[in-house]
């Protein structure tokens, strides 16, 4: 290695191999092997393992994603429609660990302490969880209230998650009127300021993650 020019003392050894073609040889055999998806979930967990508490950009986590295609198999949500309300209730950064400021509410969609005790487990344990081990509960919160093969769109998905006695109202119903508890706990759920909270309203909202969340899935089907 050493007539080869390396100066360790003087550049990372990865910015060495890369300048000397490796990872593109490594990266391309690889990939003719069928390897490289496999040894990008090696990199990722020794990643997670190493660096303690980084949270991986979710077209990164390809177990996950992998998952997520599984569970929109089985739900008939559209996986786009998954991402976006989970980056919804996660304000954008997919963090399982993430608690809401105004209540107990926490994880990848938002469990109170009372939901999370019906389904096994608390808050605490919640953000103790990874995004994969949140997922079951995830699958078990984005179908309540809803018993039909047809596929799910957006806010009808979305009303399991977080009204889900509601998930089967018409979409103009008025179902929250402005200066009650849930109005002004949820403002963002009437964005354009119609005085009222409607399924129609919701989905005008949820509208807002989907541009990410498809951004997301084409990054990871890119790999």
Do not use: C
């Not at 050894?13 to 496999?38: F, I, N």
């Not at 608390?122 to 995830?138: E, F, G």
């Amino acid at each position: 290695m050493a007539n080869m020019g390396f100066t360790y003392a003087s550049e990372p050894v990865q910015k060495q191999l890369q300048d000397y073609g490796v990872r593109d040889v490594a990266k391309d055999v690889l990939s003719k092997t069928g390897l490289l998806g496999p040894a990008k979930d090696v990199r990722n967990w020794l990643g997670g393992l190493l660096s303690g508490d980084q949270l991986l950009p979710p077209e990164e986590d390809f177990e996950f994603m992998r998952e997520l295609e599984n569970m929109s198999a089985r739900t008939n949500i559209p996986v786009e429609y998954i991402l976006a309300i989970i980056a919804k209730e996660t304000k954008r950064t997919f963090d399982p660990s993430i608690k809401s400021g105004k209540s107990s509410a926490t994880g990848l969609v938002q469990l109170l302490e009372k939901t999370a005790k019906e389904y096994g487990t608390t808050t605490k344990d919640l953000r103790k969880m990874t995004r994969m081990q949140q997922l079951p509960l995830v699958e078990k919160i984005i179908t309540r209230g809803y018993k039909g093969t047809k596929p799910r769109n957006l806010v009808d998905a979305y009303m399991s998650v977080a009204l889900p006695k509601y998930v089967s109202a018409a979409k103009d119903k008025k179902l929250y009127l402005k200066g009650g508890r849930t109005y002004k706990n949820n403002p963002s759920w009437d964005s354009e300021n119609k005085g009222h909270i409607s399924k129609k309203t919701i989905e005008t909202d949820l509208m807002k993650y989907l541009p990410q969340a498809q951004k997301i899935l084409g990054k990871y089907r890119s790999h």
